[in-house]
């Protein structure tokens, strides 16, 4: 078989309901609330008080500090570890610029585009649907307390 054909196969072959299929790793990085915050502040989703169905502002590269401003509650550690496994996945590029000091920002490839409007997506729905989703939270605990 050739190579192309084993490619082809493979690519028909990927299935996240088999345990041993690696896109089950991919879907457990890519469902990550910090992997969701980070592609939704490159793709340009980060303005403060912009309503929940409003286009995004155009993508943009941020430096470090600006994410880990944005992302209330985000430890440098897990930033940096998420930053590392999304540019190593292809999602984002990471600049250094040699300025002193070291200047490093972050910015979507064009995978990570495709992907900032599927996670885009999913923000939008958490926000909007927050309110009824506490109140069944509520209705359901009232029930089982």
Same mark, same amino acid.
């Given at each position: 078989?050739?190579?192309?054909?084993?490619?082809?196969?493979?690519?028909?072959?990927?299935?996240?309901?088999?345990?041993?299929?690696?896109?089950?790793? @991919?879907? /457990?990085?890519?469902? /990550?609330? #910090?992997? +969701?915050?980070?592609?939704?502040? @490159?793709?340009? /989703?980060?303005?403060?008080?912009?309503? !929940?169905?409003?286009?995004? %502002?155009?993508?943009?590269?941020?430096?470090? =500090? $600006?994410?880990?401003? &944005?992302?209330?509650? !985000?430890?440098?550690?897990?930033?940096?570890?998420?930053?590392?496994?999304? $540019?190593? %996945?292809?999602? !984002?590029?990471?600049?250094?610029?040699?300025?002193?000091? +070291?200047?490093? =920002?972050?910015? &979507?490839? /064009? &995978?990570? &585009?495709?992907?900032?409007?599927?996670?885009?997506? @999913?923000? =939008? #729905?958490?926000?909007?649907?927050?309110?009824? !989703?506490?109140?069944?939270?509520?209705?359901? %605990?009232?029930?089982?307390?």
């Amino acid at each position: 078989m050739k190579a192309a054909q084993k490619r082809a196969q493979a690519k028909v072959e990927y299935n996240a309901f088999l345990a041993e299929c690696p896109s089950r790793q @991919l879907l /457990d990085r890519i469902s /990550d609330k #910090w992997v +969701v915050l980070i592609l939704c502040a @490159l793709g340009g /989703d980060n303005s403060p008080g912009r309503p !929940v169905a409003a286009p995004a %502002d155009a993508p943009k590269a941020m430096r470090y =500090s $600006e994410l880990a401003r &944005l992302l209330a509650g !985000v430890s440098q550690k897990m930033l940096t570890q998420t930053l590392r496994s999304l $540019e190593r %996945d292809g999602v !984002v590029t990471r600049t250094v610029t040699p300025t002193v000091p +070291v200047t490093v =920002s972050y910015e &979507l490839t /064009d &995978l990570g &585009l495709s992907l900032h409007h599927m996670t885009r997506g @999913l923000r =939008s #729905w958490a926000q909007t649907h927050m309110a009824e !989703v506490l109140a069944n939270r509520g209705n359901y %605990d009232s029930r089982t307390s």
